[in-house]
């Protein structure tokens, strides 16, 4: 679970660091958005289940990814002309891994299933939200252009229903994973839409 869970921060501090780079932030800038996505789902996963201090402040460790990613974007050897592609690819493997990593922890905490997916989905979420809204973007979990929650829902509902059988294993949390990033990156590729509140189409 430390390393599911370091993965997955690693993956959303880097969407972070790319997105301040993208609003022309400085290092700090680069550093507090790293930080938000990529711990802010787990801070908040942790507070909910009352485990004492979250894992994010409690464990240093968790300081690195949010360190390492941030240097890679500000030393270029991650980057991309074809920047907000590039993003979107980090937090939908970030995405794939809180959704499984809030779940399984959250079940072992003795939540039942359907709240476990529930705080997986909230923590897999979470810190993406947390970097668009500092950052001053519409966050993914609202831009209806590519599903985002959708895939993150069904990779926690899936995780529940496993753990809840017995049958979860790290392949089976591998393959939910795969099928939680596939479908992020397909539904951006074959511009896939979620209904506007009214009903609508998006504008395209």
Known sequence: ???LDLLG??????SGSLLAARKHFDIV???LLASLAGLGGGVVRDLVLHE????AFDQPVYLVP???AALLVL????????FRRTLLLFDAAGLALFCIGGTVTAHAAGINAVSAALLGLTSAVGGGVLRDVVANEVPQLFNPRGVYAIPAMLGAALTGLLLELGW????AGGTIAVLV???RVLSLRLGWHVPLANGRRPVQ
Request: net charge neutral.
């Open 9 to 14: 921060t690693f993956f959303f501090a880097v």
């Open 181 to 183: 990033f596939g479908l």
């Open 168 to 171: 979860f294993s790290v392949y």
């Open 75 to 82: 030393t270029g050897l991650i980057h991309e002309t074809r």
């Open 52 to 55: 004492g201090v979250p894992n």
């Open 29 to 31: 800038g680069s550093l």
């Open 66 to 68: 949010v360190a390492v």
């Open 1 to 3: 679970m430390l390393i």
